[in-house]
Every structure is written in C-alpha cells, then in structure tokens.
C-alpha cells in the first residue's frame, strides 16, 4: 500500500545494528507475534512499546512483528528496523518462496544515513504489525492499486480561438492522483476498535493465570483455593505463591515444603535437617550467647548457641534448618542478611508443626 502504510520510507541501512538495539531486532528478525513481543520488549529493555497496524501483504503472516520503528524521546528522525528475506545467492526474495528457503536478516535503516545515538529508555518502540483490515472490500482506488486518474481535456489553439471556431483542436490527457489516504485512516479506525475487542477476548484465559493476570485479581484467584494472600509482599513473591497455592497446601508442615516456601519468600536456599538435635546446654561446657534471635547472633558474628531441654525428648521433635556457607549468604544478601534471618525464622514458626522445634545454622557449622 501506499502513504502511511509503507512500514519504512526510503534511506540508507546501515551494514549492521547496533548492539543497543538487539533485542529489537531479534523481535523483527524472528518474526515475534505481537504479544509475546510485547511482553520481550517490556521485561528486556523497559521501554514504552506500541503497535501500528498495517495492510497485510500477500502470503504473509498476520499478527507477527514486521517491521519496527523507534521515535527518540529526545526528537529528531525516527529509526526503522525492517527484515529482509534473501535467497542463498544473496538476492531479495519474493513473497512467494517459502520460508524454509530464504535466510532472514534485520538491518536498521536511517533517513540520513548516519548511525542512529543509543537506545535511551525513554524513546518509544513501535512494532508495525500486519492485519487483514476492511481496505481488502473497497476498490483498489482505495487500495492504493490505482493510484491515478486520467480525464482528456479538450483545448484550442489561439488563432482557432479567435476565429471562434475550433477546427485547430488540441487534445491532451491530465492525470490526477487519487488520495485514498483519508479513507484509509477512517478504515484503521474501526480496524483499532476491532483489534482491542478481539484481544480482548483472547485474553480471557489470562485473566485466571497469576503470572500474567492484573494484580488486582491476585487476591480473588487466590480465594478460589482458600490460600490467604498477603498483599505486602512484593509482586512477583504474590504471583508465585498463587500460583504454588495447592502444592504448598498440600506439603505443609513437611521439609519439602518449608524449603519450598522460604525459597519463594526469600530466595535463600535452605535444606531441612530431620530429626537434628540442638546443641546441649551444659555447665561448664556452654557457649555464651549473647543474642537471642539468629539475626543478633548474625550481627554479633557469635558461635552457634546451646540449648537447654531435657535429653530424654525423642530427636523426632527437632529439626535443623540448613543455610548456605556463612561467606556465600553474606555475598548474596549483604546488608539484607539480618533481615533475612528474621524472615526465614518467621517463616518457619508458622509452617512447622506445633510440637517440633527448630535451629537455624549455616552449613559449615
């Protein structure tokens, strides 16, 4: 088609792509459909990303990335990334040979020809995406198909004009250009309301799926199993809880599933001991200790702590949870260490059985 529907105007590409552009041109070299390339786009380079629908071309895909234009936020000419179907002998192949022949490549085109500045994370990322619109049912003036029109125009010669009569006659044709871009533009308006509807309907199985529902329906997914959801927590710990709802339910107050659920909470890679006695408290014998939670004794950088119980317990009533190497959790979490502990400990209190009791240490100990 002609006029706005060209996905990119004519310029100079560039012999490649920058790498600040590599996510994008995997999109158009692959040929990502619309929504997976959306959500690619989004989680690898935050950047706002749109969509412009244009004419489907002959044998081609519909719904998948075509082409992709990026407009600075700063201003200035916009960027075009487009994919290029090649023979193995180099040269553009047609709409007609099938995909298993031809190698596609992306290439990044400019209109000065200069290479583009680098991807800031305010510019815009629109992906032109072909559709089969309402353009097909209207004659091809319409189409762009026919661009011209021709009318003969009848004239005369001075001296025949002054004779009044017009035997001198001179016939000549006048072409005039058909402008079918404003129905064009009225047409895609109805074709964006037509798309929105559709998607939305073909997103209502996403709407029961954590991991990509809006997070105000967490909550009510959740309810469906009876899981209390706390809405404190970051989003993506409430997504993952959601949707481990059932199996946690079902290994609760078990080590699979109190590995299970700190890991989802806190990231810390634990492994539950059974059956692991505490330390002894014995005079004389003893390690004084003097904090009185594991995030004390953490900050303090005291020994492991020794406990007074009666020795005739049954070691079923005491479990051991197992922390990575003392070095390995402070490179991970850092300054957050303390916190961690506490939420590791909390974690613990709620999900272990009533008559069982715990310590927490580090693996080298």
């Not at 059956?275 to 492991?304: C, H, I, N, S, W």
């Not at 197992?322 to 939420?343: A, K």
């Amino acid at each position: 088609m002609n006029g706005p529907q060209l996905p990119v105007p004519s310029g100079k590409a560039l012999p490649a792509v920058p790498g600040d552009f590599r996510h994008v041109e995997t999109v158009v070299r692959i040929g990502y459909p619309v929504r997976q390339a959306q959500l690619y786009l989004r989680r690898s380079l935050g950047n706002r990303v749109t969509i412009q629908l244009v004419e489907a071309r002959r044998s081609e895909k519909l719904g998948r990335v075509r082409a992709a234009q990026i407009n600075p936020a700063a201003g200035g000419d916009p960027v075009f990334i487009r994919a290029v179907r090649t023979l193995p002998d180099g040269s553009i192949a047609s709409d007609f040979i099938p995909d298993d022949l031809v190698d596609v490549r992306a290439e990044l085109v400019t209109l000065d020809g200069r290479p583009p500045p680098a991807l800031d994370p305010g510019d815009e990322i629109v992906l032109h995406v072909p559709v089969r619109s309402y353009l097909r049912f209207l004659p091809g003036a319409f189409q762009g198909g026919v661009p011209t029109r021709r009318r003969d125009i009848v004239k005369a010669d001075e001296v025949s004009a002054r004779r009044w009569d017009t035997k001198d006659e001179i016939t000549t044709t006048q072409a005039r250009g058909v402008d079918g871009d404003a129905m064009r533009r009225l047409l895609f308006i109805f074709q964006h309301q037509m798309t929105s509807v559709v998607d939305r309907i073909t997103d209502i199985p996403s709407l029961t799926d954590p991991l990509t529902c809006d997070p105000r329906f967490l909550p009510w997914i959740a309810s469906w199993v009876g899981f209390t959801l706390d809405e404190g927590l970051p989003l993506h710990q409430q997504r993952e809880l959601v949707r481990r709802a059932i199996r946690l339910y079902r290994t609760r107050g078990t080590a699979e599933g109190m590995e299970e659920v700190i890991r989802v909470l806190t990231a810390a890679p634990v492994s539950v001991s059974p059956r692991e006695k505490p330390q002894p408290f014995v005079l004389g014998a003893a390690t004084l200790a003097g904090g009185g939670t594991p995030a004390e004794r953490y900050l303090d950088d005291e020994p492991p702590a020794h406990y007074l119980y009666r020795s005739e317990r049954a070691a079923i009533n005491f479990f051991a949870l197992v922390l990575e190497r003392r070095d390995r959790f402070e490179q991970r979490f850092r300054q957050r260490g303390p916190d961690v502990l506490r939420r590791i400990a909390q974690v613990v209190t709620n999900e272990r059985p009533a008559h069982v009791t715990f310590t927490i240490r580090f693996d080298e100990e």
